[in-house]
């Protein structure tokens, strides 16, 4: 996941206050994108777990705002 998420530009929130989740962010077309995954899709061993599309709906978050509106600091590069 983590290396799909890299490969179409996505990369780590080091800003990312929990370890209850992942964070990453890119900008892509003026716009900041965050996507956040909850540890919850995941086994132990960080594979993905089969569940309800209801469920999973609820265990990852997109996020989108105008990129000129973010701080330079804000970005993860």
């Known amino acids: 996941m ?3 998420l890299q490969v179409v530009g996505f ?3 080091i800003a990312a ?3 209850s989740y992942w ?3 890119r900008v892509h077309d ?9 540890l919850d899709l995941f086994d132990d061993n960080y594979k993905l777990l ?3 599309m209801s469920r999973v709906k ?3 978050q997109w996020e989108t705002e105008d990129a000129s509106s973010v701080q ?3 970005l993860p590069f």
């Open 17 to 19: 206050p929990d370890e």
């Open 2 to 4: 983590e290396e799909f």
């Open 72 to 74: 330079d600091d804000e």
């Open 50 to 52: 089969r569940l309800p």
């Open 30 to 38: 003026g716009m900041k994108e965050t996507i956040t995954l909850d």
């Open 58 to 60: 609820t265990l990852i």
């Open 23 to 25: 964070r990453y962010t």
């Open 11 to 13: 990369s780590d929130d």
